[in-house]
Protein backbone atom coordinates (compact mmCIF):
# COMPACT_ATOMS: atom_id res chain seq x y z
CA UNK A 1 0.00 0.00 0.00
CA UNK A 2 1.75 3.52 -1.07
CA UNK A 3 1.95 5.84 1.91
CA UNK A 4 0.64 9.05 1.35
CA UNK A 5 2.96 11.96 2.47
CA UNK A 6 1.50 13.61 4.80
CA UNK A 7 0.97 9.89 6.87
CA UNK A 8 4.97 8.99 6.60
CA UNK A 9 5.26 10.62 10.30
CA UNK A 10 3.35 8.29 11.37
CA UNK A 11 4.65 5.28 9.51
CA UNK A 12 8.04 6.42 11.19
CA UNK A 13 6.80 6.79 14.43
CA UNK A 14 5.11 3.46 14.44
CA UNK A 15 8.35 1.60 12.72
CA UNK A 16 10.54 2.62 16.00
CA UNK A 17 7.85 1.15 17.88
CA UNK A 18 7.75 -1.80 16.65
CA UNK A 19 4.82 -1.12 14.11
CA UNK A 20 2.30 0.12 17.04
CA UNK A 21 0.76 3.39 17.15
CA UNK A 22 -1.44 5.02 19.27
CA UNK A 23 -4.62 7.34 18.61
CA UNK A 24 -3.11 10.01 20.53
CA UNK A 25 0.34 9.96 18.80
CA UNK A 26 -1.39 10.44 15.54
CA UNK A 27 -3.62 13.49 16.69
CA UNK A 28 -0.42 14.77 17.95
CA UNK A 29 0.84 14.10 14.01
CA UNK A 30 -2.11 16.44 12.61
CA UNK A 31 -4.82 13.84 12.66
CA UNK A 32 -8.21 14.97 13.86
CA UNK A 33 -9.07 13.43 16.95
CA UNK A 34 -13.20 13.31 16.00
CA UNK A 35 -11.53 11.52 12.98
CA UNK A 36 -8.70 9.62 13.35
CA UNK A 37 -9.97 6.49 14.22
CA UNK A 38 -11.36 6.34 10.38
CA UNK A 39 -8.66 8.05 8.85
CA UNK A 40 -6.02 5.27 9.90
CA UNK A 41 -8.70 2.18 9.42
CA UNK A 42 -9.14 3.35 6.19
CA UNK A 43 -5.49 3.79 5.44
CA UNK A 44 -4.98 -0.28 6.34
CA UNK A 45 -4.15 0.31 9.63
CA UNK A 46 -5.07 -2.37 12.11
CA UNK A 47 -7.04 -1.52 15.81
CA UNK A 48 -5.59 -4.17 18.20
CA UNK A 49 -7.29 -2.23 21.76
CA UNK A 50 -9.09 0.89 22.00
CA UNK A 51 -6.93 3.74 20.80
CA UNK A 52 -3.62 1.62 19.56
CA UNK A 53 -3.19 0.70 16.00
CA UNK A 54 -0.98 -1.86 14.37
CA UNK A 55 1.04 -0.34 11.15
CA UNK A 56 -0.32 -1.53 7.64
CA UNK A 57 0.99 -5.01 6.48
CA UNK A 58 2.53 -6.08 9.81
CA UNK A 59 1.68 -9.68 10.78
CA UNK A 60 -0.47 -9.39 13.78
CA UNK A 61 0.96 -12.05 15.94
CA UNK A 62 0.81 -12.03 19.61
CA UNK A 63 4.43 -10.00 19.74
CA UNK A 64 2.97 -7.27 18.18
CA UNK A 65 -0.36 -7.53 20.57
CA UNK A 66 1.81 -7.99 23.67
CA UNK A 67 3.72 -5.09 22.10
CA UNK A 68 0.59 -2.63 21.94
CA UNK A 69 -0.27 -3.53 25.46
CA UNK A 70 2.59 -2.48 26.68
CA UNK A 71 2.80 1.07 24.77
CA UNK A 72 -0.39 1.91 26.48
CA UNK A 73 0.89 0.17 29.62
CA UNK A 74 4.61 -0.02 30.20
CA UNK A 75 4.50 -1.11 33.59
CA UNK A 76 2.83 -4.39 32.25
CA UNK A 77 4.94 -7.48 32.03
CA UNK A 78 4.55 -10.31 29.51
CA UNK A 79 4.21 -13.84 31.82
CA UNK A 80 2.78 -16.95 32.05
CA UNK A 81 1.70 -18.17 28.60
CA UNK A 82 2.75 -15.54 26.80
CA UNK A 83 6.11 -15.00 28.17
CA UNK A 84 6.01 -19.20 27.36
CA UNK A 85 5.44 -18.44 23.76
CA UNK A 86 8.02 -15.81 24.07
CA UNK A 87 10.89 -18.04 25.33
CA UNK A 88 9.08 -20.71 23.05
CA UNK A 89 8.31 -23.09 25.76
CA UNK A 90 5.94 -26.15 24.72
CA UNK A 91 2.68 -25.87 26.02
CA UNK A 92 -0.63 -28.10 25.41
CA UNK A 93 -2.66 -24.93 25.29
CA UNK A 94 -2.82 -22.10 23.18
CA UNK A 95 -1.00 -19.27 24.49
CA UNK A 96 -2.89 -16.21 25.38
CA UNK A 97 -2.16 -12.41 26.07
CA UNK A 98 -1.30 -13.04 29.94
CA UNK A 99 0.67 -9.98 31.97
CA UNK A 100 1.65 -9.65 35.42
CA UNK A 101 1.03 -6.63 36.86
CA UNK A 102 2.04 -4.44 40.26
CA UNK A 103 -0.36 -5.64 43.29
CA UNK A 104 -0.78 -1.87 44.33
CA UNK A 105 -2.40 0.92 41.31
CA UNK A 106 -5.67 1.26 40.21
CA UNK A 107 -7.33 -1.74 38.29
CA UNK A 108 -7.22 -1.79 35.18
CA UNK A 109 -8.93 -4.29 32.87
CA UNK A 110 -8.58 -4.66 29.14
CA UNK A 111 -10.69 -7.15 26.91
CA UNK A 112 -9.09 -10.04 25.73
CA UNK A 113 -5.94 -9.86 27.82
CA UNK A 114 -5.51 -11.69 31.23
CA UNK A 115 -3.75 -9.78 34.37
CA UNK A 116 -1.90 -11.20 37.25
CA UNK A 117 -1.37 -9.10 40.12
CA UNK A 118 1.86 -10.04 41.47
CA UNK A 119 5.35 -8.55 42.69
CA UNK A 120 8.17 -8.57 40.13
CA UNK A 121 12.01 -8.60 40.60
CA UNK A 122 14.24 -6.70 38.65
CA UNK A 123 16.03 -9.80 37.85
CA UNK A 124 12.80 -11.93 37.04
CA UNK A 125 12.24 -9.62 34.14
CA UNK A 126 13.57 -9.39 30.46
CA UNK A 127 13.28 -8.56 27.15
CA UNK A 128 12.49 -10.90 24.43
CA UNK A 129 11.73 -9.94 21.20
CA UNK A 130 11.26 -6.03 21.94
CA UNK A 131 8.89 -7.16 24.87
CA UNK A 132 9.51 -6.90 28.36
CA UNK A 133 8.57 -10.12 30.01
CA UNK A 134 9.34 -12.55 32.24
CA UNK A 135 12.44 -14.70 32.74
CA UNK A 136 12.90 -18.59 31.80
CA UNK A 137 12.81 -19.06 35.71
CA UNK A 138 10.33 -16.81 36.44
CA UNK A 139 8.39 -17.83 33.34
CA UNK A 140 8.39 -21.35 34.33
CA UNK A 141 7.69 -20.91 38.40
CA UNK A 142 4.78 -19.48 37.49
CA UNK A 143 3.35 -22.42 34.81
CA UNK A 144 4.36 -24.67 37.08
CA UNK A 145 2.09 -23.04 39.63
CA UNK A 146 -1.24 -22.13 37.67
CA UNK A 147 -1.49 -25.01 35.00
CA UNK A 148 -2.91 -28.35 35.73
CA UNK A 149 -0.01 -31.06 36.58
CA UNK A 150 0.50 -32.92 33.38
CA UNK A 151 0.38 -29.35 31.58
CA UNK A 152 3.04 -28.27 34.43
CA UNK A 153 5.58 -31.12 34.20
CA UNK A 154 5.43 -30.76 29.72
CA UNK A 155 6.69 -26.91 30.10
CA UNK A 156 9.04 -27.94 32.73
CA UNK A 157 10.28 -30.75 30.87
CA UNK A 158 10.95 -28.80 27.47
CA UNK A 159 13.06 -26.26 29.37
CA UNK A 160 15.05 -28.68 30.92
CA UNK A 161 15.67 -30.65 27.96
CA UNK A 162 16.82 -27.76 26.11
CA UNK A 163 19.14 -27.12 29.22
CA UNK A 164 17.26 -23.30 29.66
CA UNK A 165 17.58 -24.30 33.39
CA UNK A 166 18.49 -26.83 35.97
CA UNK A 167 15.84 -28.59 37.83
CA UNK A 168 17.88 -27.25 41.08
CA UNK A 169 17.00 -23.73 39.51
CA UNK A 170 13.53 -24.24 39.91
CA UNK A 171 13.92 -26.00 43.17
CA UNK A 172 15.61 -23.12 44.73
CA UNK A 173 13.20 -20.87 43.15
CA UNK A 174 9.97 -22.30 44.69
CA UNK A 175 11.62 -23.00 47.96
CA UNK A 176 11.47 -21.16 51.46
CA UNK A 177 11.52 -18.46 52.28
CA UNK A 178 10.88 -17.41 49.22
CA UNK A 179 7.69 -15.01 48.93
CA UNK A 180 4.66 -17.24 49.68
CA UNK A 181 3.07 -17.49 46.63
CA UNK A 182 -0.30 -19.84 45.30
CA UNK A 183 0.28 -23.14 43.65
CA UNK A 184 3.90 -23.60 44.39
CA UNK A 185 3.09 -27.17 46.41
CA UNK A 186 1.58 -28.60 43.02
CA UNK A 187 4.32 -26.96 41.14
CA UNK A 188 6.91 -28.82 43.62
CA UNK A 189 5.06 -32.06 43.07
CA UNK A 190 4.82 -31.37 39.16
CA UNK A 191 8.80 -31.08 39.37
CA UNK A 192 9.48 -33.98 41.39
CA UNK A 193 7.50 -36.11 37.62
CA UNK A 194 10.32 -33.87 35.90
CA UNK A 195 12.69 -35.75 33.06
CA UNK A 196 14.63 -33.80 31.16
CA UNK A 197 15.73 -36.78 28.59
CA UNK A 198 11.34 -35.82 27.04
CA UNK A 199 11.99 -35.43 23.66
CA UNK A 200 8.65 -34.06 23.20
CA UNK A 201 5.27 -33.29 24.97
CA UNK A 202 3.59 -36.58 23.77
CA UNK A 203 6.55 -38.26 25.25
CA UNK A 204 6.01 -36.12 28.18
CA UNK A 205 2.23 -37.14 28.45
CA UNK A 206 2.90 -40.41 27.85
CA UNK A 207 5.33 -40.92 30.55
CA UNK A 208 2.46 -39.68 33.23
CA UNK A 209 -0.07 -42.10 31.85
CA UNK A 210 1.98 -45.10 32.21
CA UNK A 211 3.59 -43.80 35.69
CA UNK A 212 -0.13 -43.26 36.96
CA UNK A 213 -1.31 -46.56 35.57
CA UNK A 214 1.69 -48.25 37.75
CA UNK A 215 3.59 -48.71 34.20
CA UNK A 216 7.79 -47.91 34.76
CA UNK A 217 9.14 -48.10 31.91
CA UNK A 218 12.84 -47.13 31.04
CA UNK A 219 12.82 -43.57 29.19
CA UNK A 220 15.54 -42.92 25.80
CA UNK A 221 16.36 -46.44 26.71
CA UNK A 222 19.43 -47.86 24.22
CA UNK A 223 19.30 -51.17 22.51
CA UNK A 224 21.88 -52.74 20.02
CA UNK A 225 20.49 -53.45 16.63
CA UNK A 226 21.67 -56.60 14.86
CA UNK A 227 24.06 -55.05 12.94
CA UNK A 228 25.35 -53.31 15.60
CA UNK A 229 24.21 -50.24 15.83
CA UNK A 230 23.02 -48.25 19.16
CA UNK A 231 19.79 -46.82 18.92
CA UNK A 232 17.12 -45.29 21.20
CA UNK A 233 13.74 -45.51 22.14
CA UNK A 234 11.25 -43.75 23.71
CA UNK A 235 10.03 -46.45 26.19
CA UNK A 236 11.31 -49.74 26.60
CA UNK A 237 9.84 -52.39 28.81
CA UNK A 238 13.06 -54.20 29.24
CA UNK A 239 11.96 -57.77 31.23
CA UNK A 240 9.01 -58.06 28.32
CA UNK A 241 11.13 -56.78 25.54
CA UNK A 242 8.11 -54.33 25.02
CA UNK A 243 9.84 -51.23 22.90
CA UNK A 244 6.97 -47.75 22.55
CA UNK A 245 7.59 -45.33 19.95
CA UNK A 246 5.78 -41.63 20.92
CA UNK A 247 5.15 -39.99 17.55
CA UNK A 248 5.28 -35.95 17.88
CA UNK A 249 3.23 -33.36 16.51
CA UNK A 250 5.17 -32.60 13.95
CA UNK A 251 6.27 -36.37 13.07
CA UNK A 252 8.40 -36.38 10.41
CA UNK A 253 7.37 -33.20 8.28
CA UNK A 254 9.53 -34.19 5.16
CA UNK A 255 9.37 -37.02 2.99
CA UNK A 256 13.51 -38.42 3.80
CA UNK A 257 12.66 -37.27 7.42
CA UNK A 258 9.68 -40.16 7.17
CA UNK A 259 11.97 -42.19 5.57
CA UNK A 260 14.44 -42.27 7.76
CA UNK A 261 11.99 -42.60 10.17
CA UNK A 262 10.38 -45.57 9.04
CA UNK A 263 14.35 -47.40 8.77
CA UNK A 264 14.49 -46.78 12.51
CA UNK A 265 11.58 -48.61 13.23
CA UNK A 266 12.32 -51.43 11.84
CA UNK A 267 15.91 -51.55 12.96
CA UNK A 268 14.38 -51.61 16.41
CA UNK A 269 11.93 -54.04 15.59
CA UNK A 270 14.69 -56.54 14.82
CA UNK A 271 16.50 -55.76 18.12
CA UNK A 272 17.12 -59.01 20.27
CA UNK A 273 15.86 -56.49 23.48
CA UNK A 274 12.86 -56.68 21.38
CA UNK A 275 9.66 -58.80 21.10
CA UNK A 276 7.22 -56.33 20.36
CA UNK A 277 6.93 -52.51 19.16
CA UNK A 278 3.89 -50.42 19.92
CA UNK A 279 3.59 -47.20 17.99
CA UNK A 280 1.16 -44.16 19.07
CA UNK A 281 0.31 -40.59 17.86
CA UNK A 282 0.24 -37.74 19.71
CA UNK A 283 -3.92 -37.73 19.71
CA UNK A 284 -3.91 -41.33 20.57
CA UNK A 285 -1.79 -40.00 23.90
CA UNK A 286 -3.46 -36.92 24.34
CA UNK A 287 -7.21 -37.69 23.21
CA UNK A 288 -7.42 -41.51 24.01
CA UNK A 289 -5.11 -41.87 26.98
CA UNK A 290 -7.56 -44.93 27.98
CA UNK A 291 -6.91 -47.14 24.94
CA UNK A 292 -3.04 -45.95 24.97
CA UNK A 293 -3.30 -47.64 28.76
CA UNK A 294 -5.12 -50.47 27.52
CA UNK A 295 -2.65 -51.50 24.81
CA UNK A 296 0.46 -51.15 26.42
CA UNK A 297 -1.36 -53.33 29.18
CA UNK A 298 -2.70 -55.95 26.65
CA UNK A 299 0.95 -56.35 25.29
CA UNK A 300 2.62 -56.56 28.84
CA UNK A 301 0.40 -59.58 29.68
CA UNK A 302 0.86 -61.41 26.12
CA UNK A 303 4.63 -61.28 26.07
CA UNK A 304 4.82 -62.69 30.27
CA UNK A 305 2.42 -65.27 28.83
CA UNK A 306 5.77 -65.99 26.52
CA UNK A 307 7.98 -66.40 29.40
CA UNK A 308 11.35 -64.18 30.41
CA UNK A 309 13.48 -62.81 27.85
CA UNK A 310 16.30 -64.77 26.75
CA UNK A 311 19.28 -62.73 28.04
CA UNK A 312 22.20 -61.48 25.94
CA UNK A 313 25.47 -63.26 25.62
Known amino acids: MKVK ?9 AASQGGILLTSQAVACGLLRSGAADILRRAGWVQLLFGVWAQPGRNVDLRLRLLAVQLKQPHWIASHSAA ?3 HRIDMVRPNSIELTVPRRGPRTRVRGVTLHPAPLADDEVT ?4 VRATTVLRTTCDLMCTLPLHEAVIA ?3 VLA ?3 LRREHIADALAPPRPRRVGVRAARRALALTDHASGSPAETKARLEMHEAGLFPESQAEVITPNG ?4 LDFLFRAEGLGIEIEGHAWHGSRSAHQNDAIRFNELAGCPEIREMLRFT ?3 VFR ?6 RTIQEALQRLRRQGPLPRRE
Not at 5 to 13: M, V
Open 5 to 13: EKHRPLHRL
Open 288 to 293: RPQRFI
Open 127 to 130: VVAG
Open 229 to 232: RVRR
Open 162 to 164: RRL
Open 282 to 284: YDD
Open 156 to 158: ADD
Open 84 to 86: AAL
